[in-house]
């Protein structure tokens, strides 16, 4: 995730607050295509069209006339539209429409047929959008995260630290958004959501939506909150809703350590691919082995003279954690794992891995960018102000149910330590007990490492008539593995309102290790016979998306 966040950009977003007036409210001005920059990393060539809405800005405060304006971003139709627009989320909390849409756009208009525009919008705390950022100057963020270590297990002393620390960023947080952090949250994102649709199609019109992750989370209290305006709603890696709002989560990691076992079976089971699979003799013996350099770097992390630095316990875990979320990076860290097993100061050392692994350590830090905003959503949706003490139980848990997801203590921390005027002015306090106005799909992995399966049953148990596909496969939705199956039941759901069968169990088409491509897809091959030129096409868009989301892991 890029950060976009600065000290003019707030100032601005504050200033337009006051500028804007009632007679723009509800109508979305569309202004062209996006000019985007390359700060985000996209081709300029992408099709998406910009544009603004105005909503409330404090919708508990009915007297106000304060508005907010959202940015919207569209990826137009690809045939002649004949169908209602999607509204995509894609989760964090805190990740950029604009990045999901203005990258995938294309996938996902193979995905679902081409015939809806879909239609992202920038949440609040991203981008211009009442951005939220804990500090003005990258130095003093830099310093903070430096501080106190990324892990509570990394060391003895190590949770103290976090807690104190976490005291600082929360002080830090409030003096930067005392104004607008109690505007961020769920509640409000889902009303925003909602204005965005009355907008675009009236106010009796029903909502297409297709989240994922944290957006599943927006699109369940979406639901709860009007279930008799949801049309289509794809949720696409369950975080289980009851559980975020009560503040202690975790279930959401349950399922991380099957994924290092999975790891450690897909590589004994392609040596070719993964050299760990010459030197451990089977899966067993590799976990034993990752588990060991674990533990052993906690207290002898590896110097890398040539960068004044060291590769600690918290890089490698980090980075393994954030392997997890997608195979198709997993024969690159199996390299990686190699070079840490060996303690091989030239691979680590080199001044392309190192900086990388570095910054997934940091990842995992208080001060990373994506965590600042995050850190602000959960913590204001959470409300709950808590002792070290109080906290400590739940860190345990959530430790005992998973060595490679870390112990969880940043969250807990820095939640626990929030200013009470940055709570979410609006929370959702109901229950998920939902009858929607038609059926919502949900779609999990049978492994995934941040949204188990269990919260999919969880959330599909209390979704009146909704359908759980499942699909066999590992990572962080079912986008991280490609499978024609799952992706075709997206789109006859999109298109026709069609669920699946009930049990539906979808299998992946490439192997957890691979090195077939998008462009492999046609002619050749995959585990299942590409019937025609149309199947080859989503399959293609699906093997790209795998392809992109792996950029940038040590390559
Ligand atoms: C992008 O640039 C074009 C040409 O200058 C302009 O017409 C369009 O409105 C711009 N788009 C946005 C979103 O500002
Ligand atoms: C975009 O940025 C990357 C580095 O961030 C750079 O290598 C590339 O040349 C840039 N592309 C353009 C078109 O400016
Ligand atoms: C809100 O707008 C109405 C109509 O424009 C105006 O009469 C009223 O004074 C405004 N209220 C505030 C708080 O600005
Ligand atoms: C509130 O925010 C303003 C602007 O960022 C800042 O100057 C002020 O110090 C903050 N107040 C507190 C109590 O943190
Ligand atoms: C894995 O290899 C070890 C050592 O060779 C052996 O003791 C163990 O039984 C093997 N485990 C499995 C599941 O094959
Ligand atoms: C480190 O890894 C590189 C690349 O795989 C290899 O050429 C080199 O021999 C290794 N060095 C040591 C000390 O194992
Ligand atoms: C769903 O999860 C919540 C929170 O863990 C729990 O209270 C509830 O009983 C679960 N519901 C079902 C149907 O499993
Ligand atoms: C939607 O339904 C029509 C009519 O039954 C059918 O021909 C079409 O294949 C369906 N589309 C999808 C994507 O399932
Ligand atoms: C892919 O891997 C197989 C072995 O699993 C190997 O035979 C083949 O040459 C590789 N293809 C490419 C393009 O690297």
Redesign the pocket.
């Known amino acids: 995730m890029k950060q976009s966040s600065s000290v003019t950009l707030q100032l601005l977003s504050l200033a337009s607050l006051a500028a804007t007036t009632q007679a723009e409210l509800g109508k979305i001005h569309w202004k062209g295509p996006c000019n985007l920059t390359n700060e985000t990393d996209m081709s300029g060539s992408a099709p998406l069209i910009c544009g603004t809405l105005d909503v409330p800005l404090d919708y508990t405060d009915s007297g106000s006339n304060q508005t907010l304006t959202l940015d919207l971003a569209k990826w137009p139709a690809t045939k002649k539209s004949t169908a209602d627009p999607i509204l995509m989320n894609f989760g964090g909390p805190g990740v950029s429409s604009f990045e999901g849409l203005g990258l995938y756009g294309e996938e996902f208009q193979a995905i679902t047929g081409g015939h809806h525009d879909l239609i992202a919008f920038n949440s609040r705390g991203v981008g211009n959008t009442i951005p939220f950022s804990c500090y003005n100057d990258a130095t003093s963020k830099q310093l903070v995260a430096s501080l106190a270590p990324a892990d509570g297990t990394a060391s003895d002393t190590a949770r103290g630290e976090i807690w104190a620390q976490s005291a600082n960023l929360a002080q830090a947080c409030y003096a930067q958004n005392n104004q607008t952090g109690s505007l961020i949250g769920t509640s409000f994102a889902a009303r925003d959501t909602m204005q965005v649709l009355d907008a675009l199609q009236g106010k009796d019109a029903l909502l297409n939506y297709w989240g994922f992750s944290y957006g599943t989370t927006v699109g369940a209290v979406i639901a709860a909150m009007f279930p008799e305006r949801m049309g289509r709603v794809a949720l696409d890696g369950v975080d ?1 809703p ?2 975020y709002f ?1 503040g202690h989560n975790p ?1 959401a990691v349950m399922d991380a350590d099957k994924i290092v076992q999975g790891f450690c079976l897909g590589c004994v089971a392609a040596p070719d691919l993964c050299p760990l699979a010459k030197v451990y003799r089977n899966a067993t013996e590799l976990g034993s082995a990752i588990w060991n350099m674990l533990e052993t770097l906690k207290f002898n992390p590896i110097p890398i003279p040539s960068q004044n630095g060291a590769v600690t316990y918290s890089d490698v875990r980090a980075t393994i954690y954030e392997a997890l979320y997608l195979p198709s990076s997993w024969p690159v860290t199996s390299e990686f794992i190699g070079a840490v097993l060996t303690r091989n100061v030239t691979v680590l050392g080199n001044p392309r891995v190192y900086p990388l692994l570095k910054s997934y350590g940091t990842s995992a830090s208080l001060t990373s960018s994506s965590s600042e905003i995050s850190t602000g959503i959960t913590c204001s949706d959470r409300a709950l102000s808590a002792s070290m003490k109080d906290v400590l139980p739940y860190i345990k848990t959530r430790a005992s149910l998973t060595k490679i997801a870390g112990d969880g203590s940043n969250t807990e921390m820095r939640c626990a330590q929030w200013n009470k005027k940055m709570y979410a002015k609006e929370r959702y306090t109901g229950d998920f007990d939902v009858k929607t106005a038609h059926p919502a799909l949900i779609l999990s992995n049978r492994f995934d490492p941040t949204t188990p399966l269990a919260a999919a049953k ?1 959330l599909s ?2 979704f009146e008539g909704s359908v759980l596909l499942e699909q066999n496969g590992y990572g962080h939705t079912t986008l991280s593995m490609p499978s024609l199956c799952t992706a075709k039941a997206i789109r006859a759901y999109f298109t026709n309102g069609t669920l699946p069968a009930a049990g539906t169990i979808c299998q992946p088409d490439v192997p957890l290790f691979t090195n077939l491509t998008y462009k492999d897809v046609w002619p050749k091959n995959f585990q299942r016979t590409v019937e025609s030129a149309e199947d080859a096409k989503i399959l293609k868009a699906l093997m790209s998306v795998r392809e992109k989301k792996s950029r940038g892991k040590f390559q």
Do not use: D, F, H, P
């Open positions: 289980n009851t559980e009560n279930e969880n148990a209390t």
